[in-house]
């Protein structure tokens, strides 16, 4: 298929024009297989820019590889850590420091490409789909569906409040009661720039997060977090409002980072499995539990 563009603009969404029917995924992975020319060209970046008259090709998969196989990055399964694995699920655990999914840069190492790597050892034809996500700098249990229909029934759960979802956090200073629980109203900006807003403030949208400490000492304090909802740094936006915030997070006001991450895990995570329909939890160690007492005292 060809096409000539008729005024400046950007591949992907061009993309979008030519393949209407098509999903978002499956036109970036025309593009990482690179089966989208640009003059003859195989472009791999979504956010590529187009002027007028660019000629617009796409290929099969077989002639792409003939005339210039994508660039090939080392396998990442290896850094895999699994906690449970079965026919319909894949739960692993994120490090810090890695992106859950790639964003529109396309990012080649990405937890979400390392569970593809994994389970593609065994068959070309497998796959793992995003559930849910971890910010970057989050480390901690992810589930993954091995099919769409485990998608859907494991998003559902998540929509419908239904997860249970454990969180630590290492803080600094303390709240000023033992445990409680923050119920505000977030909104995030066209830049991800989250804010706390009133209630009746356009596009805003509920946070719930239950907290109590589990270990303290003058300097920090370790908090058990459980979340209802799944809002942008939700338990960073409510550590900054009870005045202890998270260790290594610059941008709601820490001003230690010893560990140079932000001290935030999901430590367990339990829903309803897709074909026992039984209750499941899966659980990992706190990283940083033992840090109080030990990297503050000077």
Same mark, same amino acid.
């Given at each position: 298929?060809?096409?000539?563009?008729?005024?400046?603009?950007? %591949?992907?969404?061009?993309?979008?024009?030519?393949?209407?029917?098509?999903?978002?995924?499956?036109?970036?992975?025309?593009?990482?297989?690179?089966?989208?020319?640009?003059?003859?060209?195989?472009?791999?970046?979504?956010?590529?820019?187009?002027?007028?008259?660019?000629?617009?090709?796409?290929?099969?998969?077989?002639?792409?590889?003939?005339?210039?196989?994508?660039?090939?990055?080392?396998?990442?399964?290896?850094? %895999?850590?699994?906690? @449970?694995?079965?026919?319909?699920?894949?739960?692993?655990?994120?490090?810090?420091?890695?992106?859950?999914?790639?964003?529109?840069?396309?990012?080649?190492?990405?937890?979400?490409?390392?569970?593809?790597?994994?389970?593609?050892?065994?068959?070309?034809?497998?796959?793992?789909?995003?559930?849910?996500?971890?910010?970057?700098?989050?480390?901690?249990?992810?589930?993954?569906?091995?099919?769409?229909?485990?998608?859907?029934?494991?998003?559902?759960?998540?929509?419908?409040?239904?997860?249970?979802?454990?969180?630590?956090?290492?803080?600094?200073?303390?709240?000023?009661?033992?445990?409680?629980?923050?119920?505000?109203?977030?909104?995030?900006?066209?830049? %991800?720039?989250? $804010?706390?807003?009133?209630?009746?403030?356009?596009?805003? $949208?509920?946070?719930?997060?239950?907290?109590?400490?589990?270990?303290?000492?003058?300097?920090?304090?370790?908090?058990?977090? $459980?979340?209802?909802?799944?809002?942008?740094?939700?338990?960073?936006?409510?550590?900054?409002?009870?005045?202890?915030?998270?260790?290594?997070?610059?941008?709601?006001?820490?001003?230690?980072?010893?560990?140079?991450?932000?001290?935030?895990?999901?430590?367990?995570?339990? @829903?309803?499995?897709?074909?026992?329909?039984?209750?499941?939890?899966?659980?990992?160690?706190?990283?940083?539990?033992?840090?109080?007492?030990?990297?503050?005292?000077?």
């Amino acid at each position: 298929m060809e096409f000539n563009v008729q005024q400046e603009s950007v %591949l992907l969404p061009t993309l979008r024009l030519m393949f209407p029917e098509s999903t978002t995924s499956t036109l970036r992975k025309m593009l990482t297989e690179g089966r989208v020319l640009v003059n003859d060209q195989p472009v791999y970046r979504a956010k590529e820019s187009l002027a007028v008259d660019d000629k617009i090709r796409i290929v099969n998969r077989a002639d792409a590889m003939k005339m210039s196989p994508p660039p090939k990055t080392k396998k990442q399964s290896s850094k %895999l850590k699994i906690i @449970f694995e079965d026919d319909l699920i894949l739960v692993v655990e994120k490090p810090a420091g890695l992106l859950s999914v790639a964003t529109d840069k396309l990012e080649k190492d990405t937890l979400h490409s390392r569970c593809v790597d994994y389970v593609k050892r065994e068959s070309e034809r497998a796959w793992c789909h995003i559930v849910h996500r971890l910010d970057r700098d989050t480390s901690g249990v992810m589930v993954f569906a091995k099919n769409r229909d485990v998608k859907e029934s494991l998003q559902a759960q998540f929509a419908q409040r239904d997860v249970e979802r454990m969180y630590h956090a290492l803080v600094e200073g303390g709240p000023e009661t033992s445990e409680g629980t923050d119920s505000s109203w977030l909104v995030e900006d066209k830049h %991800l720039h989250v $804010k706390r807003v009133k209630s009746t403030f356009k596009g805003s $949208k509920q946070s719930v997060t239950h907290w109590r400490i589990e270990d303290q000492d003058e300097v920090l304090s370790l908090i058990e977090i $459980k979340i209802e909802t799944g809002r942008r740094h939700q338990i960073r936006m409510a550590m900054q409002f009870l005045g202890c915030p998270i260790v290594g997070d610059t941008a709601h006001g820490s001003t230690t980072d010893p560990l140079n991450r932000i001290c935030l895990h999901a430590t367990s995570l339990g @829903f309803v499995h897709p074909s026992t329909n039984e209750f499941v939890r899966y659980e990992t160690n706190v990283p940083f539990a033992n840090r109080v007492q030990t990297d503050f005292e000077t």
